[in-house]
Structure formats: C-alpha cells, structure tokens
C-alpha cells in the first residue's frame, strides 16, 4: 500500500487555505462531489505539485441488501482515474432500503447507517465488495462507520467485523479513529479491543474528526476540534502499527486556518507518541492502551489478530438457479426486509422495529432530518435566502413525513413544491420567488390555469422524474 503521509480533507470551502498549508501531502476529496470533466482548479494544482488526490464515495452503499448500483461503481471508477488515485474509499454502511427487493417503497437515508454485524450481513457485504472490487481500476478501502443505534442480536464484534471482511476479500480498510470513540460512548464499546482484532496490515490509511456529546449521546459532527479521546485512540493505532497514511476531516463550521494547522500538528504529535511506544516494545510484547494490561507471546498474538471462523463466501454472480443463487437471494432478501423497516421507522414514522432503542432511534431520526436540511440548504443556497429564519423550521416540518425519494436536488425540490402545492407558506414575495425557482429547475413552464393546477402540473412532472 503506497504510503500518503499526512493529509486534510479537501472541501470547496477551504481548498485555498489547503493549498497554502505546509506539510500537506495528500488531500481526500468527496467523490460525488467532483466531475471528472471539470476537476476544481485547486485540485488539479494539488496534483501538479505531487500531493496525491483520493476519491471518497458516500453513496455506494455497499452495506445495503442490494448488490452495487453499476452507474455509481462507474462513476466512481471515473473519479479515481481523473484524479490519479492510487486507491478509492467507501464506507460500511447502507444509505437506501426498500424496493423490488422487499416490495417496499425505495427509501434514501441522506446518511450513512450502521449495517447489523451478523453472518447474514456480512455475506451481503462481501460479494458487494467483490463486485466493486471488480469494477474499480485501482484498490478499494472501506471505512467503519459511527452509529447512533445498535442493531439487536448482532452476532459479531466491530474488530470480529472487519476482520472477517477484509480476510474473506482482500479489502483495505480505512479506519476511522473518531468514529471508534463515538461507538465507545453510544454503544459502550472498547475502542482498544477493536484496534486488538483488527488485521493492522489491511489499514489503507486513518481518519480523524470532531464531534460533540450532548445529553449522553456522541454526534460525530465533522464540525468540531478534534477532542483529546480521539487522538488518544490514534496514538493506541499507531503504537501498534505504522498507518500509510492519516488524514483530519472537517465538513461543516471551518474555522481558521491557523486551527486546522494547529489540529495537524496535534494529529502529528499523537501518531509520534503512538511510534515511539511502538518502536520500544519488545518483539512479542503487545503496547498497551492506558489502564490496560496485556501479555507477551502466542496469548498476545491470538488477543490482538483472532483466527477467522470459517465461512462458505458466496459468489458474487452465483450461476442462475443454482443452490448459491437461491441462497444469496434469501440471505439478501432477509437483510433487506430490516434495513426497510429499519429506515421507514427513521424517516417515514412508521413503528420501531423489535428490539430497538426507541429512545436512540428517535436521536438518529432527528439526526437524519437535521442532515437534510443542511445538505439542502448546500446544494439549493437559495432556499434559505428565500424563506429567511423560517427555512429550518419549515424543512424539518416537511421531514417528518416525507422520505427523500432521490437525492438531495430531488429533495429540494419536493420541499419547495410542497410549499407551493399545500399552502403551507403565505402569498407575497417569498411565495412569488420560490414558485419562480421551483419553475426554473423543474422543466418547462406549467400551460396557463388556476394557481393549483399549474403546481399540481409542476408536481407530476417531478414524480416523472
């Protein structure tokens, strides 16, 4: 695995101040989020100066019961080859459910969701690994991902997990420090107990990130310093092994410059910990996590790589009619069933499946509607100029009960068009703007008529859609 050094998460909103820090040596940029025709300037001087460019895909869903949408696989692989990449990332998640899989309506989470960490689910991932595997021109990683909820009856450990995946596949694996505290706060799980069943080789590279606690709950926010805990975790990392690569993610909330720099040199100073108490241990000696204890020889070696149990991987094109092929199909039908129910619980309001948290799925479904506003507010700027103070409100109010159906572009355009269709903002300027820009981005303009059939029109051409 080449090794990439230090790096930052390349966003729009701070790529000058990227391009001016020092002892930047790769940068991650979101995959869907950059056009391979028409690569932001930034990153093409990145380039040409050396510092190594990685696509970053938030949408595969690779977790889902639903083999790898072929247009996304090839999207992707478009992304790595304009930008050079020696290697894409992904994440271990599902982001839709529903469909002809389950004869449930199609449902768009509009964030990534913790897959269950059972047998089940993780022969899904695997042949969806491999199908993706097969279609990317360079190496795929995958990241474990933050969880708010845990799914009942799971049958493995996050360490148990990863392991099995990235052993049964040959995946990297991108692994996200910040993401390991928020699951040790939400779920109470041990984040050195992770790094312990870990394959260490398999590691691409890390992620470190910000986030806050509020009412006993860790919001893995992307728009937070990176607070004392996580960069602990990435020293008990990097005692144990040397990463290619660490990279700090901020999305949201950037502060100045100078504050991402200070952040790096922490990251910096964290890994250096973590590599000299690696470089002073014995052979045969695990390093130890503060306040733990651990033994030398086979025990320590069995402890921090355990043997995989082994399992029938299914083929990721099992032959039409055959055992293989019926048994992929009902393994993928089960997951599928309860990720449905799982997300029309979150964002259609339907009842909280068995076993559940009611209290915690109540966090992720407003975690979920908060997501959406935010995105929606990105990528239509002009909805809260529109609608001033009221826009939140008014976005979170629509949430409730409509599920995103297909995007963020189709979402904002729904939320306008229900505004308009139900009455639910008042006649005057705002109204006269947003049915001007609803207009504008949803086809040609309505035949003449009453002011209802002419959104009820606009309407059914955005269900065309």
């Not at 973590?274 to 402890?303: D, I, K, L």
């Not at 399992?311 to 990720?339: E, I, M, T, Y």
């Not at 355009?413 to 639910?424: K, Q, Y």
């Amino acid at each position: 695995m080449a090794r990439l050094g230090t790096g930052i998460g390349w966003r729009p909103e701070i790529a000058d101040a990227v391009e001016r820090m020092p002892g930047i040596d790769w940068v991650e940029a979101v995959a869907e989020n950059v056009c391979p025709g028409h690569l932001p300037e930034s990153l093409l001087r990145l380039r040409e100066r050396g510092v190594t460019v990685v696509p970053h895909g938030v949408s595969l869903g690779l977790g889902g019961a639903d083999r790898p949408d072929e247009a996304r696989l090839t999207a992707l692989a478009e992304r790595a080859e304009a930008l050079g990449s020696p290697l894409v990332t992904e994440h271990i998640a599902f982001v839709r459910a529903g469909g002809p899989l389950t004869a449930t309506p199609r449902l768009e989470a509009g964030h990534l969701l913790p897959v269950p960490r059972t047998r089940d689910a993780l022969d899904v991932l695997c042949a969806n690994v491999r199908l993706a595997q097969a279609a990317l021109p360079v190496p795929l990683a995958v990241e474990n991902i933050a969880a708010l909820l845990a799914w009942p009856g799971e049958e493995l450990t996050e360490g148990q997990f990863l392991y099995e995946l990235a052993d049964r596949t040959g995946v990297r694996l991108l692994i996200d420090v910040a993401n390991l505290h928020t699951n040790h706060v939400n779920r109470g799980e041990d984040p050195s107990k992770a790094l312990a069943e870990l394959p260490l080789e398999a590691i691409a590279y890390v992620h470190v990130a910000g986030g806050f606690e509020r009412d006993g709950v860790w919001h893995d926010s992307h728009a937070h310093p990176v607070p004392r805990p996580v960069l602990d975790i990435l020293t008990d990392l990097t005692s144990r092994v040397a990463p290619p690569g660490v990279l700090l993610e901020r999305d949201e909330n950037f502060p100045e410059p100078g504050e991402l720099e200070r952040e790096l040199v922490s990251i910096r100073e964290a890994v250096e910990r973590g590599a000299r108490t690696r470089t002073a241990t014995p052979a045969g000696v695990m390093p130890a996590a503060a306040g733990t204890v651990t033994a030398s020889g086979p025990a320590a070696e069995a402890t921090a790589v355990p043997e995989p149990i082994a399992v029938a991987d299914p083929a990721s094109h099992p032959a039409p009619g055959s055992v293989a092929d019926a048994r992929d199909a009902a393994v993928r039908q089960r997951l599928g069933v309860a990720q449905a129910a799982l997300l029309s619980a979150l964002v259609a309001g339907t009842p909280v499946p068995e076993g559940f948290d009611r209290v915690r799925l109540g966090v992720q479904a407003r975690a979920l509607a908060a997501k959406r506003a935010d995105v929606v507010a990105k990528v239509a700027p002009e909805l809260p100029l529109i609608l001033g103070g009221g826009y939140r409100a008014a976005f979170l109010a629509y949430a409730q009960g409509n599920p995103m159906r297909g995007g963020y572009r189709q979402d904002a355009l729904d939320f306008a068009g229900r505004l308009l269709l139900h009455g639910d903002l008042a006649e005057g300027r705002a109204r006269r703007e947003l049915r001007r820009w609803w207009l504008d981005r949803s086809g040609p303009a309505p035949r003449p008529g009453s002011r209802l059939g002419r959104v009820g029109q606009v309407g059914r051409s955005l269900i065309r859609r």
